[in-house]
């Protein structure tokens, strides 16, 4: 058996193990199965913004039931000093991270909104 014959039998081989080491990452990331250190770094601060928002919702939830108060008063653009003033009662009961106060914030009152 010589060279070349070797060479031709392991051609078909050679590119389909080419075209993996290329498809192979390319479809890995395009479908999810492989993250980044940075993505995966911001969904983990995504979800605890969420998590976070949610409780502040639930604790204006039950301030404003507290104080008799319907939460569709705090609604639209014009109530929202109000509104503002609800968030900062219900996040003085939350300890919230410093890098992830504002954000929290925010999500709480468009929440609320």
Do not use: H
């Not at 199965?33 to 409780?55: C, D, H, N, P």
């Not at 003033?85 to 468009?110: H, N, W, Y």
């Amino acid at each position: 058996m010589s060279f070349s014959l070797n060479m031709e039998k392991a051609k078909p081989y050679l590119v389909g193990f080419v075209l993996g080491l290329v498809a192979a990452p390319i479809i890995a990331f395009n479908a999810g199965w492989v993250s980044t250190t940075s993505a995966r770094t911001e969904a983990i601060k995504t979800a605890r913004v969420e998590t976070l928002a949610g409780i502040c919702s639930a604790t204006a939830g039950r301030i404003a039931t507290a104080s008799s108060t319907d939460l569709a008063t705090y609604k639209g653009y014009e109530n929202r000093a109000k509104r503002d003033e609800l968030v900062a009662a219900a996040m003085a009961d939350i300890q919230v991270p410093a890098d992830l106060l504002s954000k929290v914030t925010f999500d709480c009152g468009r929440t609320l909104s």
